[in-house]
């Protein structure tokens, strides 16, 4: 919806903003949430190394014991610390959802390219499919996976990027038809240009900020839905760490009176949801604008 | 127009389902391991048992009769059995549909009532009430539905005391208040949602010229808002309420499980890790029918709405 209008004023942007400009102009809000995100995938590529204790050693005489000297967030209900296992979790918590968004936004924007420049036939079949997959809940789509593949990030990830495909190259597909009106098209059709050589080198750039855009906003989806899955117990697998698996293995604490394992990993969840959250949003008014 | 339109979206929605349903069956088909051994439990049987089994299952067919067997069992209302309890699949989820249908209707009311509500009061009302509205939402937006029943639990069920953590309950009474949690929890981000989308389209709306218009003829402000402002702010709130209700189908599997109900998404995923995938297969197909039912109504509101619609042009 609106999508044709979010691309409306695409080419008349002043170029060279650089990426930097464009966080600028996303506010204080959006520079915050970039910030937050910087911290949350610095965590997931060093998060093992910079865990002070190993994250799954468990040592039962320490379960549920509390924030104490060297151990800031205490420990969980095997008594592994919580924070080291939350460093070493972001690695799966924030590279699933990664791969999630990079995968269907490849495929959506390859549909959508596809949909919008065959137009006819092609777009009525790539767009009848995609309503149909429609269907499916990414939710859904995961837990049929793990009954199929069994228990397992990859099979969960690869399940949601599929149920997010329709998405992404619904949203792209208006723009792209838009961008496929556009007088320069034509000009380098006449000039002998190749089909995917004008969509991969003028077409898709001309889409880059919507893309990544959406791709913000997606990351938050894959996130929730990931964190969800390894939660019922049918992504990571436990003892290893991932924020998901952690709420679920430390609800019983919940109903003990130790609550703080569960919502460290909780609240690391919200706070990384609410960056991408935000900083989409303003991304997403910054191509409408 | 609208009678074609409705032949249309219906015959889609016919579509969607054939496909899901073959999508359904194909991936469980095509899942590794013996359907013998895991109808028979890993034990070896005797020729002749196995011969029945075979029969009875339809094993040795074709993978596209088994389909058709699958298909028009389910349309008679025969989703096979389940091989963990050894009992109907129907019958199972029978015994436990209401539950999840109670949960996800009770939430879908906390989110009309206010979702709706705070949106429009937030749009209408510029200043501290917007302020809160916006922040507040902008938080639960992000707040994924177990991570809300954990918090849930901790501060009104352990602290507070005043709903139980877990379980199901029995009567109406106890029902409803061992859904109450689980319907915030399944609500809340949601809720959220659909209070900022309604938030920007009731200020769009009262931003318009013909509401400036009546603004400046001396329309009372009653009247201008119901007639002017949510009348045409109706219909972006109608797709977000629907497309948000339609996917608590889905997430209420993560909500049942978190507070221990007894329903069909806790059950689907009990089964899709005990590999019971007859009830798998049934559930999933019970679920995709009502998530593409709930599509299909909302399309219709979406139609009434804005006669639009109905002419053609799915372009936009």
Known sequence: MGAAALIADADVRPPGTGVLGRLRATGPAGLASA???????????????????????????????????????????????????????????????????????????????????????????????????????????????????????????????????????????????????????????????????ICLRHLVPNMLPLIIAQATIMFGWAMVDLAAISFLGLGVQPPNPDWGVMIAENQTGIQQGYPLPALAAGICIVVVVVAFNVLGERLFAEVDR | MLGRFLARRLAMLLASLLVASFVIFAALYAAPGNPVAALSGGRSLPAASLAVLEQRYHLNDPFFVQYWYWLSGALHGNLGISITLRENVSTLIASRIWTTAGLVAYASVLIVIFGIGLGVLSGLRRGLVDTGTLLLTAISAAIPGFVAAIVLILVFAVDLGWFPALGNGTGFVGNLQHLTLPAVALAISSLAIVARVTRAAVRTESGREHVQTAVSRGIPARLLIRRHVLRNAAIPITTITGITIASLIALDAVIETAFSLNGLGAYLVQAAESKDLAVVQGISLVLVTAFVVVNLIVDLLYAVLDPRVTLGSRAQ
């Open chain 1, 35 to 197: 910030g937050v995100i910087v911290i949350a995938m610095f965590a997931a590529l060093f998060g093992s190394l910079l865990a002070p204790y190993s994250p799954v050693l468990t040592n039962l005489s320490l379960a549920w014991v509390g924030p104490v000297g060297g151990h800031l967030l205490g420990f969980d209900g095997q008594g592994r610390d919580v924070l080291s296992r939350l460093l070493a979790g972001a690695t799966t918590s924030m590279l699933g959802p990664l791969a999630v968004v990079i995968l269907a936004m490849t495929a959506g924007a390859l549909l959508a390219v596809v949909a919008a420049w065959r137009r006819g036939a092609a777009d009525a079949v790539i767009s009848s499919g995609l309503d149909i997959l429609f269907a499916f809940p990414g939710i859904l789509l995961a837990v049929l996976a793990a009954a199929v593949f069994g228990a397992g990030l990859l099979a969960a990830a690869i399940a949601l990027a599929v149920a997010y495909t329709p998405y992404v190259a619904r949203v792209l597909r208006g723009a792209a038809l838009k961008e496929r009106g556009q007088p320069y098209v034509a000009a380098l059709e006449v000039q002998g240009v190749s089909a995917p050589g």
